[in-house]
């Protein structure tokens, strides 16, 4: 399966905009950009996707390199309510994990006041 | 939709006896995934249906662990017998089978294995 690396932690001050890197040097052609979150004490939720554009949604803005080796997330004002895990995912639909949803160690983003 | 349904929320047993998690997932979606929590492992991906059909279960522990889907709409994961390391958040996941989707989770259930 193709793998993400990404900071076990990042720091932001509420109101401030957050950058949430991802590195997926060998990503495949067909492998979509997911980000999820987990607040504590509950289950991860989507947060954004993508495939070769940027994307915007009302939660985030996700910005893909290029050569698609890296991606970053983007909070553009952080609020305490955005502390959280944040989960940087390859999903294939076309290879053998068919769409399989792995996750790995993630980023803790903490938010100070 | 309610979302994804899973009962028991919290599950408190004795070592060896039988437990079975519960999923509903969201109607339509044709993909499910249980998931398993601790804090020294992280989300592990335990097993993953199409169609009612396993996909993946390389991450299903061992023999003491099952997981059926009889139907698209109930999906169970079984532990028998239980033991104390079993203890975890089991979460269950569902999705559509298409390149644009996104994966809804339920709420988890806490299992404890005394």
């Known amino acids: 399966d193709a793998k993400t690396t990404q900071p076990n932690s990042m720091e932001s001050n509420e109101e401030e905009p957050v950058h949430l890197p991802c590195n997926h040097s060998t990503i495949s052609g067909t492998d979509y950009i997911h980000w999820y979150r987990q607040l504590p004490s509950q289950g991860p939720e989507y947060v954004i996707h993508g495939l070769t554009s940027n994307v915007n949604n009302r939660m985030a803005s996700l910005a893909i390199a290029e050569d698609r080796k890296s991606s970053t997330l983007i909070l553009h004002r952080a609020t305490l309510r955005d502390a959280a895990v944040y989960y940087c995912i390859l999903r294939d639909f076309y290879g053998g994990s068919q769409g399989n949803l792995i996750f790995g160690k993630g980023t803790k983003l903490s938010v100070k006041p | 939709d309610a979302g994804v349904i899973q009962s028991p929320r919290h599950e408190v047993t004795e070592m060896g006896q039988e437990v079975t998690l519960r999923c509903k997932p969201i109607?339509?979606?044709?993909?499910l995934f249980w998931y398993r929590q601790t804090m020294m492992r992280g989300l592990e991906l335990l097993i993953y249906f199409n169609n009612n059909v396993p996909i993946d279960d390389s991450g299903m522990p061992e023999d003491r662990f099952s997981a059926k889907m009889p139907n698209a709409s109930f999906s169970t994961l079984k532990i028998q017998p239980s033991e104390p390391r079993d203890s975890a958040v089991y979460f269950c996941?569902?999705?559509?089978?298409?390149?644009?989707?996104?994966?809804?989770f339920g709420q988890g259930t806490r299992l404890t294995v005394v």
């Open positions: 109607s339509g979606h044709n993909s």
């Open positions: 996941a569902s999705s559509l089978e298409t390149m644009n989707t996104e994966a809804f």
